[in-house]
Nanobody
Framework: QVQLVESGGGLVQAGGSLRLSCAASGRTFSSYAMGWFRQAPGKEREFVAAISWSVSSTYYGDSVKGRFTISRDNAKNTVYLQMNSLKPEDTAAYYC???????????????????WGQGTQVTVSS
């Protein structure tokens, strides 16, 4: 069992930056691939980024490539999402997710993930 708690959301102006954190419970955090998804009101949940358990592979959604960076610190049981050059269309609730094992090129699929956090709101003003 893994519990995930996101933090770091807030209100920021367009062009600004935020760093989201996701703290995970459990001693097996390092064996999970981790992902970030987001969901805006009235829209489907969208893949943002993912990172393998070994930190050797990262994956990004097309809309955030070059602006967002995912990282993890297995010693701290935490995954991060650094968001730069934020745009109003980045406004959404951001969710952290954990997938046991390898996700590979299926990292963008919601069904690959076993555990989800409650989300943190990010609002980007124009």
């Amino acid at each position: 069992q893994v519990q995930l708690v996101e933090s770091g959301g807030g209100l920021v102006q367009a062009g600004g930056s935020l760093r989201l954190s996701c703290a995970a419970s459990g001693r097996t955090f390092s064996s999970y691939a981790m992902g970030w998804f987001r969901q805006a009101p009235g829209k489907e949940r969208e893949f943002v980024a993912a990172i393998s358990w070994s930190v050797s592979s990262t994956y990004y959604g097309d809309s955030v490539k070059g602006r967002f960076t995912i990282s993890r610190d297995n010693a701290k049981n935490t995954v991060y999402l650094q968001m730069n050059s934020l745009k109003p269309e980045d406004t959404a609730a951001y969710y952290c997710a954990a997938a046991h094992g390898v996700v590979g090129e299926d990292a963008h699929l919601l069904g690959m993930y076993d555990y989800w956090g409650q989300g943190t709101q990010v609002t980007v003003s124009s």
